[in-house]
């Protein structure tokens, strides 16, 4: 017998009751409806559950409409009351989120009671040790790409029946698992507690930005590059929910093979340390200027990798805004990956508009010059000067100043000087990437409408995506690690990490930083 929870008295409400029809109701109430996203937003929802289906009602107008024999299983995160209701290949994913444990858990024994009724199956069950599960949603654009496509795993650590036996808050230090559920949740964290420097050898400084210096180390018999980030500079820029975003991104697409990914973060006293794979090709700019300006198939072979870059950003809703030949570094096979993701800004749609003043000053965009607000178009424009800087050696409007620079970005029309042969194909795909105006430059249709133009008509775009294209180029990777790197960096000293910018606030900021930890 099912105990049926109508807390929103559905019984009585004709027009819910003319929408569902003849299905019994089960179970009602409000709840958090999750926006997918590496920032996400919550919006608060009307819940119904029948005989039949899952509701999603806003008011009374019905948002949604799931049938339960179409769920393929539920992942819950053991570091909140988030849970996601795993759709078939019929079915997209639902993220939500209960006031507390105890309603989540009532949720999730109504849907298995139901899915149990209908299909004398369970519901596949997972849990993670992550606070915000957005990244194991598949959204509705694509399961329609890819129909078979699940985030959740089959391996059950506990089943959803011990789920629902439980108490619903995944204390688990009883369960006969108990150990093991431990050690796959610190596998799965990428913070990790009692780690410090000491545990690494450090070898080179091999990088400096503007909020952090890079390193080689050797961590456990690896070479792994540590991106050091002082916490008080940080705070003092009031820069926290920037590093806080890469670390999100970092984190989140390890299976996008052009992305640099997180393999951990650790935090001392006074930095934060992201731990990352180390690319012993160096980056692109010291590689163009070791090899002089490149010819317009290597230019294609690099420019098909970072359009699919800006693609796979745009597609999760982020502006990257600083495309540079220094944020691309080659890995050992030859290929790019993205590194440094600190300028990046999650949008809500793709027609939102920034106002910040954010970029490499050679690779702005005009509309990031003027502050009459920016999107998803500016990185298109960054792609341009970019083509353009492989093949001529350097972009298109540095010359001067700073104030000389941004005023030819804004006024004046691109140039290609004598010694720059490239065809009329090239010319035409440079000059329409480099339109002042982001609405008539190319790129609105993303990498297809990229790809798809003659610039890349000689290359195989596919081939290179998927990594099985020979290189036209490829580093020196034998003997010395520090081969590829910029002398300028590397007979530097290694700073104290202990010390700090401002070592007077570190006492008063402890607490800015425990969102890391999730």
Not at 201 to 220: M, P, Q, R, V
Not at 453 to 478: A, D, E, M, R
């Amino acid at each position: 017998m099912i105990e049926r929870i109508d807390k929103l008295n559905f019984e009585d409400n004709s027009v819910i009751k003319e929408k569902i029809g003849d299905e019994s109701i089960y179970y009602s109430d409000k709840i958090q409806k999750k926006k997918n996203g590496l920032i996400s937003k919550t919006q608060e929802r009307n819940f119904l559950i029948t005989d039949q289906a899952i509701y999603n009602f806003k008011g009374n107008e019905l948002k949604r409409r799931i049938k339960i024999e179409n769920l393929k299983g539920i992942t819950v995160s053991k570091l909140s009351n988030q849970f996601i209701l795993h759709g078939n290949k019929n079915e997209y994913d639902y993220l939500l989120l209960t006031q507390d444990a105890q309603d989540r858990k009532k949720i999730i024994n109504m849907i298995q009671t139901v899915y149990n009724i209908l299909t004398h199956k369970d519901l596949l069950f997972s849990i993670k040790n992550e606070k915000d599960l957005s990244k194991l949603v598949v959204e509705k654009k694509d399961r329609k790409k890819n129909p078979n496509s699940y985030k959740i795993e089959k391996k059950e650590l506990m089943s959803i029946r011990e789920f629902i036996d439980s108490d619903g808050s995944l204390s688990i230090n009883t369960h006969p698992n108990s150990q093991k559920l431990e050690d796959e949740f610190k596998k799965d964290n990428k913070y990790k507690e009692g780690i410090s420097f000491e545990h690494f050898e450090i070898i080179s400084l091999i990088g400096k930005g503007n909020t952090a210096n890079i390193y080689l180390a050797n961590y456990e018999g690896e070479m792994v590059a540590l991106k050091v980030i002082d916490k008080a500079y940080i705070y003092q820029m009031e820069m926290i929910d920037k590093i806080l975003l890469e670390k999100n991104i970092l984190s989140s697409f390890s299976d996008e093979k052009f992305l640099c990914h997180m393999k951990f973060f650790f935090m001392t006293n006074t930095k934060i340390c992201f731990v990352l794979p180390f690319y012993p090709g160096g980056d692109l700019f010291t590689m163009l200027e070791n090899k002089g300006p490149f010819d317009e198939a290597t230019a294609g072979f690099y420019g098909a990798q970072v359009a699919h870059m800006i693609s796979f950003l745009h597609s999760k809703n982020i502006v990257y805004r600083d495309l540079k030949l220094e944020n691309l570094m080659v890995n050992e096979n030859g290929y790019l990956v993205l590194i440094d993701f600190g300028s990046c800004k999650v949008i809500e749609e793709k027609t939102e508009l920034q106002c910040s003043f954010d970029g490499s000053i050679d690779y702005m965009a005009p509309e990031v010059i003027s502050g009459d607000g920016h999107g998803m178009m500016a990185d298109w424009w960054s792609f341009g000067i970019l083509i353009y800087e492989l093949l001529c050696g350097k972009p298109p409007f540095h010359e001067g100043s700073t104030e000389r620079i941004l005023d030819l970005i804004t006024t004046s029309n691109i140039r290609f000087p004598s010694k720059m042969r490239v065809s009329s194909v090239t010319r035409d795909f440079i000059v329409r990437l480099l339109k002042k105006n982001p609405k008539e430059r190319i790129g609105q249709n993303e990498f297809q409408q990229i790809v798809t133009h003659h610039f890349f008509q000689g290359s195989n775009v596919n081939s290179v995506i998927n990594q099985k294209y020979s290189p036209p180029l490829t580093p020196n990777i034998s003997g010395d690690p520090l081969a590829n790197f910029e002398s300028i960096y590397t007979n530097q000293g290694i700073e104290d990490f202990n010390a700090s910018y401002d070592s007077g606030i570190l006492d008063q900021i402890g607490d800015e930083f425990e969102d890391f930890k999730s």
